[in-house]
Protein backbone atom coordinates (compact mmCIF):
# COMPACT_ATOMS: atom_id res chain seq x y z
CA UNK A 1 0.00 0.00 0.00
CA UNK A 2 1.46 2.73 -1.04
CA UNK A 3 1.67 5.84 1.88
CA UNK A 4 1.40 9.36 0.65
CA UNK A 5 3.40 12.16 2.21
CA UNK A 6 0.99 14.22 5.06
CA UNK A 7 0.63 18.02 3.38
CA UNK A 8 1.60 16.80 -0.11
CA UNK A 9 -1.72 15.61 -2.41
CA UNK A 10 -1.55 12.41 -4.34
CA UNK A 11 -2.65 12.00 -7.68
CA UNK A 12 -6.50 11.38 -6.52
CA UNK A 13 -6.05 14.36 -4.44
CA UNK A 14 -4.85 16.70 -7.31
CA UNK A 15 -7.73 15.60 -9.50
CA UNK A 16 -10.10 15.81 -6.85
CA UNK A 17 -9.10 19.29 -6.27
CA UNK A 18 -8.61 20.25 -10.15
CA UNK A 19 -12.10 19.12 -10.76
CA UNK A 20 -13.78 21.20 -7.74
CA UNK A 21 -12.19 23.96 -9.69
CA UNK A 22 -14.49 26.05 -11.36
CA UNK A 23 -13.23 28.27 -14.55
CA UNK A 24 -13.92 31.70 -14.32
CA UNK A 25 -17.07 32.37 -16.60
CA UNK A 26 -15.15 34.64 -19.81
CA UNK A 27 -18.90 37.04 -19.48
CA UNK A 28 -18.95 37.59 -15.28
CA UNK A 29 -20.92 40.94 -16.08
CA UNK A 30 -17.78 43.01 -14.10
CA UNK A 31 -16.50 45.60 -15.73
CA UNK A 32 -12.66 46.89 -14.95
CA UNK A 33 -11.22 49.76 -14.20
CA UNK A 34 -10.48 50.77 -17.71
CA UNK A 35 -13.69 49.20 -19.19
CA UNK A 36 -15.51 51.23 -16.57
CA UNK A 37 -13.92 54.45 -17.20
CA UNK A 38 -14.16 53.60 -20.95
CA UNK A 39 -17.99 53.14 -20.45
CA UNK A 40 -18.50 56.06 -18.27
CA UNK A 41 -17.07 58.28 -20.93
CA UNK A 42 -19.01 57.33 -23.94
CA UNK A 43 -22.63 57.79 -21.81
CA UNK A 44 -21.64 61.10 -21.25
CA UNK A 45 -20.57 62.15 -24.80
CA UNK A 46 -23.80 60.25 -26.16
CA UNK A 47 -25.54 61.96 -23.85
CA UNK A 48 -24.13 65.54 -24.41
CA UNK A 49 -24.05 65.16 -28.37
CA UNK A 50 -27.14 63.00 -28.99
CA UNK A 51 -29.51 62.48 -25.68
CA UNK A 52 -29.77 66.53 -24.80
CA UNK A 53 -30.01 67.99 -27.91
CA UNK A 54 -32.93 65.26 -28.82
CA UNK A 55 -34.58 65.77 -25.21
CA UNK A 56 -34.44 69.36 -25.92
CA UNK A 57 -36.33 69.08 -28.89
CA UNK A 58 -39.01 67.43 -27.49
CA UNK A 59 -39.47 69.42 -24.32
CA UNK A 60 -39.93 72.61 -27.13
CA UNK A 61 -42.83 70.56 -29.10
CA UNK A 62 -44.49 70.49 -25.67
CA UNK A 63 -43.65 73.56 -24.10
CA UNK A 64 -47.20 75.12 -25.28
CA UNK A 65 -49.33 71.55 -24.23
CA UNK A 66 -50.10 68.69 -26.39
CA UNK A 67 -53.12 70.65 -28.32
CA UNK A 68 -50.63 73.06 -29.38
CA UNK A 69 -48.24 69.72 -30.54
CA UNK A 70 -51.42 68.21 -32.28
CA UNK A 71 -51.95 71.00 -34.06
CA UNK A 72 -48.94 72.24 -35.42
CA UNK A 73 -48.32 68.31 -36.80
CA UNK A 74 -51.55 68.34 -38.64
CA UNK A 75 -51.66 71.40 -39.81
CA UNK A 76 -52.25 70.91 -44.15
CA UNK A 77 -49.01 71.98 -44.80
CA UNK A 78 -47.22 69.99 -41.89
CA UNK A 79 -48.83 66.70 -43.36
CA UNK A 80 -48.15 67.36 -47.16
CA UNK A 81 -44.44 67.62 -46.41
CA UNK A 82 -44.78 63.96 -43.50
CA UNK A 83 -46.06 62.28 -46.67
CA UNK A 84 -43.92 63.11 -49.11
CA UNK A 85 -40.89 62.70 -46.49
CA UNK A 86 -41.77 59.39 -45.10
CA UNK A 87 -43.18 57.65 -48.36
CA UNK A 88 -40.38 58.46 -50.41
CA UNK A 89 -37.76 57.90 -47.71
CA UNK A 90 -39.65 54.10 -47.39
CA UNK A 91 -39.49 53.97 -50.87
CA UNK A 92 -35.64 54.98 -51.85
CA UNK A 93 -34.68 52.60 -49.19
CA UNK A 94 -36.80 49.60 -50.80
CA UNK A 95 -35.28 50.27 -53.88
CA UNK A 96 -31.62 50.94 -52.75
CA UNK A 97 -31.75 47.64 -51.13
CA UNK A 98 -32.43 45.70 -54.06
CA UNK A 99 -30.28 47.70 -56.31
CA UNK A 100 -28.06 48.13 -53.74
CA UNK A 101 -27.88 44.37 -53.20
CA UNK A 102 -27.11 43.04 -57.06
CA UNK A 103 -24.43 46.22 -57.36
CA UNK A 104 -22.99 44.81 -54.12
CA UNK A 105 -23.24 41.31 -55.65
CA UNK A 106 -21.53 42.36 -58.96
CA UNK A 107 -18.52 44.37 -57.06
CA UNK A 108 -17.66 40.96 -55.16
CA UNK A 109 -18.26 38.36 -57.49
CA UNK A 110 -17.28 39.15 -60.96
CA UNK A 111 -13.91 40.67 -62.48
CA UNK A 112 -14.56 43.38 -64.86
CA UNK A 113 -12.74 46.28 -66.46
CA UNK A 114 -13.32 49.98 -64.16
CA UNK A 115 -14.26 47.65 -61.29
CA UNK A 116 -11.92 50.37 -59.17
CA UNK A 117 -13.71 53.29 -60.91
CA UNK A 118 -16.85 51.99 -59.83
CA UNK A 119 -15.81 51.56 -56.21
CA UNK A 120 -15.11 54.71 -55.85
CA UNK A 121 -18.33 56.18 -57.85
CA UNK A 122 -19.93 54.33 -55.47
CA UNK A 123 -18.82 56.20 -52.08
CA UNK A 124 -19.04 59.60 -53.72
CA UNK A 125 -22.49 60.20 -52.21
CA UNK A 126 -20.43 59.65 -48.54
CA UNK A 127 -18.31 62.44 -49.55
CA UNK A 128 -19.65 64.96 -51.68
CA UNK A 129 -21.38 67.83 -50.05
CA UNK A 130 -25.14 67.53 -50.32
CA UNK A 131 -25.88 71.20 -51.79
CA UNK A 132 -23.01 69.99 -54.34
CA UNK A 133 -25.24 67.16 -54.64
CA UNK A 134 -28.31 68.86 -55.39
CA UNK A 135 -26.45 70.71 -58.67
CA UNK A 136 -25.07 68.13 -59.90
CA UNK A 137 -28.63 66.47 -59.92
CA UNK A 138 -30.10 69.52 -61.59
CA UNK A 139 -27.13 69.46 -64.12
CA UNK A 140 -28.22 66.24 -65.48
CA UNK A 141 -32.23 66.69 -64.34
CA UNK A 142 -32.91 69.96 -64.67
CA UNK A 143 -33.94 72.84 -67.62
CA UNK A 144 -30.76 72.35 -69.27
CA UNK A 145 -30.61 68.31 -69.20
CA UNK A 146 -28.04 66.99 -71.54
CA UNK A 147 -30.45 63.92 -71.81
CA UNK A 148 -33.82 66.28 -71.91
CA UNK A 149 -35.37 65.15 -68.61
CA UNK A 150 -36.86 67.83 -66.10
CA UNK A 151 -37.38 66.85 -62.95
CA UNK A 152 -37.17 70.09 -61.22
CA UNK A 153 -40.39 70.81 -58.79
CA UNK A 154 -41.25 67.65 -59.12
CA UNK A 155 -41.43 64.72 -56.54
CA UNK A 156 -39.45 62.05 -59.08
CA UNK A 157 -37.02 64.57 -58.49
CA UNK A 158 -37.32 64.37 -54.52
CA UNK A 159 -36.96 60.56 -55.02
CA UNK A 160 -33.80 60.87 -57.15
CA UNK A 161 -32.11 62.60 -54.76
CA UNK A 162 -32.95 60.28 -51.94
CA UNK A 163 -31.89 57.37 -54.14
CA UNK A 164 -28.56 58.82 -54.72
CA UNK A 165 -27.54 59.81 -51.70
CA UNK A 166 -28.81 56.55 -49.66
CA UNK A 167 -27.53 54.28 -52.53
CA UNK A 168 -23.85 53.49 -50.20
CA UNK A 169 -25.07 52.48 -47.45
CA UNK A 170 -26.85 48.98 -48.80
CA UNK A 171 -23.97 48.46 -51.00
CA UNK A 172 -20.94 49.10 -48.12
CA UNK A 173 -23.11 46.80 -46.22
CA UNK A 174 -23.87 43.68 -47.75
CA UNK A 175 -20.23 43.96 -49.94
CA UNK A 176 -18.09 42.50 -46.42
CA UNK A 177 -20.66 39.66 -45.77
CA UNK A 178 -20.75 38.83 -49.55
CA UNK A 179 -16.57 38.97 -49.62
CA UNK A 180 -16.40 36.45 -45.97
CA UNK A 181 -19.32 33.54 -47.54
CA UNK A 182 -17.63 30.21 -48.03
CA UNK A 183 -17.89 29.43 -51.74
CA UNK A 184 -17.95 25.95 -50.71
CA UNK A 185 -21.45 25.59 -49.59
CA UNK A 186 -22.78 27.21 -52.80
CA UNK A 187 -20.72 24.70 -54.76
CA UNK A 188 -21.93 22.06 -52.97
CA UNK A 189 -25.68 22.87 -53.47
CA UNK A 190 -24.79 23.04 -57.34
CA UNK A 191 -23.33 20.14 -57.42
CA UNK A 192 -26.57 18.52 -55.44
CA UNK A 193 -28.33 20.01 -58.31
CA UNK A 194 -29.45 22.95 -57.40
CA UNK A 195 -29.88 25.57 -59.75
CA UNK A 196 -29.02 29.25 -58.79
CA UNK A 197 -32.08 31.08 -57.90
CA UNK A 198 -32.46 27.87 -55.68
CA UNK A 199 -28.80 28.55 -54.21
CA UNK A 200 -29.62 32.15 -53.94
CA UNK A 201 -32.85 31.95 -52.19
CA UNK A 202 -32.14 28.97 -49.76
CA UNK A 203 -27.93 29.62 -48.73
CA UNK A 204 -26.73 33.58 -49.82
CA UNK A 205 -29.94 35.56 -48.93
CA UNK A 206 -30.57 33.88 -45.64
CA UNK A 207 -26.65 35.01 -44.97
CA UNK A 208 -26.82 38.56 -46.35
CA UNK A 209 -30.17 39.63 -45.22
CA UNK A 210 -29.28 40.71 -41.63
CA UNK A 211 -26.64 43.20 -43.57
CA UNK A 212 -29.08 44.36 -46.00
CA UNK A 213 -31.49 45.45 -43.49
CA UNK A 214 -28.67 47.29 -41.39
CA UNK A 215 -28.42 48.85 -44.83
CA UNK A 216 -31.44 49.79 -45.06
CA UNK A 217 -32.33 51.13 -41.69
CA UNK A 218 -29.12 53.56 -42.08
CA UNK A 219 -30.29 54.60 -45.82
CA UNK A 220 -33.79 55.24 -44.62
CA UNK A 221 -32.81 57.53 -41.69
CA UNK A 222 -30.07 59.13 -43.68
CA UNK A 223 -33.27 60.15 -46.89
CA UNK A 224 -35.67 61.08 -43.42
CA UNK A 225 -33.72 64.10 -42.33
CA UNK A 226 -32.05 65.06 -46.10
CA UNK A 227 -31.83 68.39 -46.76
CA UNK A 228 -29.44 69.79 -49.35
CA UNK A 229 -29.85 67.17 -52.04
CA UNK A 230 -33.16 67.54 -52.31
CA UNK A 231 -33.72 71.23 -52.32
CA UNK A 232 -32.72 72.48 -55.02
CA UNK A 233 -34.38 69.75 -57.28
CA UNK A 234 -38.06 69.80 -55.43
CA UNK A 235 -38.00 73.36 -55.47
CA UNK A 236 -39.82 73.83 -52.90
CA UNK A 237 -43.38 73.99 -53.98
CA UNK A 238 -45.75 74.41 -51.20
CA UNK A 239 -47.95 71.10 -51.18
CA UNK A 240 -46.38 69.41 -53.55
CA UNK A 241 -42.98 68.99 -53.41
CA UNK A 242 -41.44 70.73 -49.81
CA UNK A 243 -40.01 67.85 -47.55
CA UNK A 244 -40.18 68.31 -43.72
CA UNK A 245 -36.31 69.86 -43.69
CA UNK A 246 -37.08 72.16 -45.06
CA UNK A 247 -40.51 72.90 -43.82
CA UNK A 248 -38.66 72.83 -40.11
CA UNK A 249 -36.25 75.59 -41.38
CA UNK A 250 -39.12 77.90 -42.54
CA UNK A 251 -40.41 77.94 -39.18
CA UNK A 252 -37.72 78.30 -37.21
CA UNK A 253 -36.64 81.21 -39.44
CA UNK A 254 -40.54 82.36 -38.81
CA UNK A 255 -39.79 82.27 -34.99
CA UNK A 256 -42.13 79.34 -34.58
CA UNK A 257 -39.38 76.99 -32.77
CA UNK A 258 -42.85 75.18 -31.36
CA UNK A 259 -44.07 74.09 -34.79
CA UNK A 260 -40.46 73.16 -35.87
CA UNK A 261 -39.80 71.09 -32.76
CA UNK A 262 -43.54 69.39 -33.00
CA UNK A 263 -42.43 68.44 -36.59
CA UNK A 264 -38.82 67.42 -36.09
CA UNK A 265 -40.39 65.50 -32.66
CA UNK A 266 -43.07 63.48 -34.61
CA UNK A 267 -39.87 62.61 -37.50
CA UNK A 268 -38.15 61.32 -34.59
CA UNK A 269 -40.65 58.97 -33.49
CA UNK A 270 -41.10 57.54 -37.54
CA UNK A 271 -37.29 56.70 -37.38
CA UNK A 272 -37.48 55.32 -34.24
CA UNK A 273 -40.19 53.04 -34.62
CA UNK A 274 -38.85 52.05 -38.66
CA UNK A 275 -35.58 51.20 -36.71
CA UNK A 276 -36.81 48.70 -34.22
CA UNK A 277 -38.56 47.06 -36.83
CA UNK A 278 -36.00 46.42 -39.22
CA UNK A 279 -33.72 45.91 -36.45
CA UNK A 280 -36.31 43.11 -35.15
CA UNK A 281 -36.19 41.81 -38.55
CA UNK A 282 -32.74 41.68 -38.82
CA UNK A 283 -32.21 39.76 -35.60
CA UNK A 284 -35.00 37.41 -36.89
CA UNK A 285 -33.10 36.89 -39.82
CA UNK A 286 -29.98 36.82 -37.72
CA UNK A 287 -30.71 33.78 -35.51
CA UNK A 288 -33.04 32.09 -38.36
CA UNK A 289 -29.83 31.86 -40.18
Same mark, same amino acid.
Given at each position: ???? @????????????? %??????????????????????????????????????????????????????????? +???????????????????????????????? !??????? !??????????????????????????? @??? @????????? !?????? %??????????????????? +?? *?? *?????????????????????? @????? %????????????????????????????????????????????????????????????????????????????? !??
Amino acid at each position: MAVV @PVGRPGPVGRAGR %ARNRRPRAAGSGRLTATSGLGLGVGVLWLSLIVGLPIAAVVVTSLGDGPGTFVSAVTSA +EALDTLRLTVGAALGATVVNAVVGTLIAWVLV !RDQFPGK !RLLEVVIDIPFALPTIVAGLVLISLYG @PQS @PFGIDLVGT !RRGVFL %ALLFVTLPFVVRSVQPVLM +EM *DR *DVEEAAASLGATGFTTFRRIVL @PTITP %AVLSGSALAFARALGEYGSVILISANLLGRTEVSSSFILKKIEEGDQVAAASVATLLLVVAIVVLLLLDTLRRLAAR !RD
